[in-house]
């Protein structure tokens, strides 16, 4: 399965991004599965930052509660993640991925979205 993350650039620390994951996948396949939004500072390792079951259901990281919100659009096989007041430590390459209920990565990460917050 293919999915594309998208909607990244430079934003100035405070500001907002929307990030987009649009997933090459049958409607059903996509639909009952959970979507995760992992990123990966230079350097480091990649992280859980939100993911959103199939029913709906949001997890978020600590680091992002608050602040991100994830949803998805069943009919657009794409989920969204909003990113406001983004703070320099954001800065990441933002991927996102299906995850069947055994926790398994069923899809391709991609090139990934980079997000640079910066001043």
């Known amino acids: 399965v293919q999915l594309q993350a998208s909607g990244g650039g430079l934003v100035q620390p405070g500001g907002s991004l929307r990030l987009s994951c649009a997933a090459a996948?049958?409607?059903?396949?996509?639909?009952?599965?959970?979507v995760a939004w992992y990123r990966q500072a230079p350097g480091k390792q990649r992280e859980l930052v939100a993911s959103?079951?199939?029913?709906?259901?949001?997890i978020y990281a600590g680091s992002v509660k608050g602040r991100f919100t994830v949803s998805r659009d069943n009919d657009k096989n794409t989920v969204y993640l909003q990113m406001n007041s983004l703070k320099p430590e954001d800065t990441a390459v933002y991927y996102c991925?299906?995850?069947?209920?055994?926790?398994?990565?069923?899809?391709?990460w991609g090139q990934g979205t980079l997000v640079t917050v910066s001043s």
């Open positions: 996948a049958s409607r059903s396949m996509f639909s009952s599965n959970t």
């Open positions: 991925n299906l995850q069947n209920m055994w926790g398994q990565f069923i899809g391709s």
């Open positions: 959103v079951t199939r029913g709906g259901s949001p």
